[in-house]
């Protein structure tokens, strides 16, 4: 079970580790360290939003099986920034 901190720690970490492949011009790396940093700063938008502590461990996702996605679409909706999101990009 990670925490939140921990959720946007991991985030802030691979976003660190996506731009050091991306100055090494390592792309593809790159660019999935991104897509996983995004996601698991979703993940920290959800446990904020829905004030959970830390994000729920596979076992507990009775119930709660729209969480337990890599989906960033469904993540985004999940989060509740997707109209931010939108609205930044003129949609």
């Known amino acids: 079970m990670l925490t939140r901190q921990e959720l946007q720690k991991i985030a802030r970490a691979r976003l660190q580790d996506a731009e050091a ?8 790396g790159s660019i999935y360290l991104c897509g996983y940093a995004i996601e698991i700063g979703l993940k920290y938008k959800i446990c904020k939003t829905l004030r959970w502590k830390d994000f729920p461990p596979n076992g507990s ?3 709660l099986q729209s969480f337990k996605t890599h989906s960033l679409d469904v993540l985004l909706k999940l989060s509740g920034a ?6 930044c990009n003129g949609r």
Do not use: C, N, P
């Open 21 to 28: 492949l991306y100055q090494s011009s390592r792309y593809d």
């Open 82 to 87: 997707e109209d931010k999101i939108f609205w």
């Open 61 to 63: 996702f009775q119930g």
